[in-house]
């Protein structure tokens, strides 16, 4: 259980339960991607947030977070994905819907771009790193920050 200081809206004055996650890891070679499991009731929402540039954890590394329903046949759907936030080279997924009971996977990569915004016609101007010499930036450690949140 947390403080709950939201004022106004569905949850507010209501317990709120949180269950969170740290994990410390690293991206040893550029490709390489990681992946955590775990299991989770429909209706919670997860939130999760890649540090490793922004906020440096040992040598810098650009990070790419996908979010993925596990089918019972063992595919995966994607559910949710970020590369960058919007302040900055770090990933960040914000309530992410579970809309399935099940097993999910998390997908840490760091992926040979990064965007500087977009062109007109809406298309992502993206900045290869290995093109131009930034390849470093595609391995180095990272803090994973996960929670999940019940609630409406």
């Known amino acids: 259980n947390i403080p709950n200081t939201i004022l106004e809206g569905d949850n507010a004055g209501k317990e709120l339960r949180v269950k969170a996650s740290i994990i410390a890891g690293a991206i040893d070679v550029a490709g390489e991607a990681d992946y955590y499991r775990f299991n989770a009731k429909a209706g919670l929402t997860l939130s999760a947030e890649f540090n490793g540039f922004d906020v440096a954890v040992g040598d810098s590394v650009i990070g790419a977070l996908r979010l993925f ?4 046949d063992g595919s ?4 949710s994905q970020n590369f960058q936030n919007f302040e900055g080279f770090d990933a960040f997924l914000i309530d992410a819907p579970l809309e399935k009971s099940g097993d999910y996977v998390i997908e840490v990569s760091a992926p040979n771009f990064v965007s500087f915004g977009y062109n007109e016609d809406g298309s992502p101007i993206l900045f290869p790193l290995d093109e131009t010499g930034n390849g470093a930036l595609r391995s180095g450690d990272y803090n994973l920050t996960m929670y999940i949140v019940a609630g409406k």
């Not at 329903?69 to 019972?72: A, F, L, P, S, T």
């Not at 995966?76 to 559910?79: A, E, N, P, Q």
């Open 76 to 79: 995966l759907s994607l559910v």
């Open 69 to 72: 329903y596990v089918e019972r």
